[in-house]
């Protein structure tokens, strides 16, 4: 089966996917018609760091929730919304200081603060709630229960957020244009013809999902962090800061390795926990829904079928 490179993400009432070459987003107006948004990508943006292993990973990881923010304010705009369309001081104020820069700010510090939100929600908080249980950490034995119970902390927030989440009335629907993004990769893989038909018969969950991405980052810190052993909560919390890029990349290359190897028996037992949690985060799409993950799928081919193998 053909592994493809081609990723996208769930938007709202759309899909975006990035291909070798360009990125497209398709969005469902509320008239019913399909807006298609399509960007080159910039080759020399592209391969500066592209064979640099773990490095690659950090910057693929930024750019990429560069790109997700960017879509996701792009598909707000067709969303109908019952507001005050005056402008605010606030947002006059913002323009002042900005200029026509302000589109960009608005975005990095989205960008900013979903990785110090995940952050502390994933990493510091297990640390500071493990740091609170009396182990001896002076001893080799108390540093692995610490570690061990900062890991199960860890698991138990994640499970909890994806649930939490999952329950949310307008977040149904993005899970299930996400479905419909993994459906329309599956096809691909398959070497269909990407039809609405043959789109809907395949699954909603896919190892090479950004789900199955941070189950990896997490059991990746767990192993990392271990080995950081106990100071004080401090000097731990600080330690795990400077750690984060290093367990983002290292995140990375085991998903690409995953990928490639993703019939192996044993990568999909070890595969298996990221695509449970997917039944958190996908669902099943209509066919409207497929059909808008197919244009936005076909807006991203390239002619040279190997340009985009995984």
């Known amino acids: 089966m053909k592994k493809t490179s081609i990723g996208g993400q769930a938007l709202i009432e759309g899909v975006m996917m990035r291909g070798p070459e360009s990125i497209a987003i398709a969005v469902r107006k509320p008239d019913g018609e399909i807006v298609i948004d399509k960007k080159d990508i910039d080759p020399s943006k592209n391969n500066k760091f592209k064979k640099v292993p773990v490095v690659r990973g950090v910057v693929e990881f930024f750019r990429m929730m560069v790109i997700g923010v960017k879509a996701l304010m792009f598909s707000a705009e067709f969303v109908d919304l019952e507001e005050d369309k005056k402008e605010s001081k606030f947002d006059s104020f913002l323009k002042r200081i900005f200029g026509d820069r302000l589109l960009d700010a608005i975005i990095y510090f989205s960008v900013i603060l979903s990785i110090a939100f995940s952050v502390g929600l994933f990493i510091l908080v297990p640390n500071f709630l493990a740091a609170l249980l009396p182990f001896d950490k002076k001893t080799f034995s108390g540093v692995v229960y610490y570690n061990l119970f900062e890991g199960v902390i860890k698991l138990l927030i ?153």
């Open 158 to 310: 994640f499970f909890l957020y994806l649930a939490l989440t999952s329950m949310l009335k307008d977040i149904k629907r993005v899970w299930q244009y996400h479905g419909a993004e993994h459906k329309t990769i599956h096809c691909y893989e398959s070497e269909e013809e990407l039809t609405v038909e043959n789109v809907r018969k395949h699954t909603t969950k896919h190892p090479r999902c950004g789900t199955s991405f941070l189950f990896i980052v997490i059991m990746i810190s767990i192993v990392v962090f271990a080995f950081t052993g106990w100071h004080n909560i401090l000097i731990n919390t600080l330690i795990r800061l400077l750690l984060v890029p290093l367990v983002a990349g290292l995140s990375y290359e085991v998903l690409k390795f995953a990928g490639r190897h993703s019939e192996h028996p044993v990568i999909k037992v070890l595969n298996a926990p990221g695509i449970g949690f997917q039944y958190f985060t996908t669902r099943e799409p209509d066919d409207d829904q497929i059909e808008v993950a197919i244009q936005a799928f076909k807006n991203v081919l390239v002619e040279d079928k190997e340009a985009d193998k995984w």
